[in-house]
């Protein structure tokens, strides 16, 4: 398993997450790792909104199995749809998405900085279909709107994570989507 550390030597953390199969070796890291993890679920991208359950009860299934504390955010969907506008035609990797990230891992900061945590970071950063530089740059920009919070920039996918998420989607017999979220990536993979 991948050793990892916190850049601040906290033990706990908030984690973004975005579906069951991308939080499940990252949980399984920090956990082998002595780091403790509240799971974030704020997700108002995914469409449609039973999708977001699909994903949302997945994820709760996996925490309840690791016993970690689970945060369900309200789901804005129209919220989203405002912040993204004029960007509907933006491909993936694009400006979309760097919005689409900053919303949430905003979001993530604001909920960190209320509730205690010092450092925050997301699944999203495990996902080879996004860009790794946007996310960093969002989660940067996101701590920034909240002194006393960090953004906690890695890179899950190495260290034998993904081949790690692999198994456990597997194991778990995880429900696994085939797009990002949001209908706009829909439409781009047809």
């Not at 369900?72 to 933006?90: I, Q, T």
């Not at 949430?104 to 925050?120: C, I, K």
């Not at 996918?157 to 706009?184: I, S």
Request: proline content about 4%; glycine content about 6%; charged content about 25%.
């Amino acid at each position: 398993m991948l050793k990892i550390n916190t850049p601040n030597n906290d033990e706990q953390v908030l984690l973004h997450c975005c579906c069951a199969p991308c939080s499940s070796a990252i949980i399984e890291c920090m956990l082998a790792n002595g780091i403790k993890p509240t799971v974030y679920f704020f997700n108002p991208n995914i469409y449609p909104s039973e999708e977001h359950e699909i994903r949302k009860k997945e994820a709760i299934r996996f925490m309840k199995e690791k016993n970690i504390d689970f945060i369900d955010e309200d789901y804005n969907h129209e919220g989203w749809l405002k912040a993204v506008k004029g960007m509907e035609n933006e491909p993936e990797r694009g400006g979309r998405c760097l919005k689409c990230f900053l919303l949430r891992l905003t979001e993530t900061a604001r909920y960190a900085s209320e509730h205690g945590f010092t450092l925050f970071t997301t699944t999203l950063a495990s996902s080879r279909w996004k860009s790794l530089e946007q996310i960093n740059e969002a989660g940067r920009e996101a701590a920034m709107k909240y002194p006393g919070t960090l953004f906690w920039e890695q890179n899950w996918r190495k260290g034998g994570l993904q081949e790690r998420r692999n198994q456990l989607l597997k194991e778990y017999n995880f429900y696994n989507q085939q797009y990002c979220g949001c209908e706009f990536s829909i439409r781009n993979q047809q």
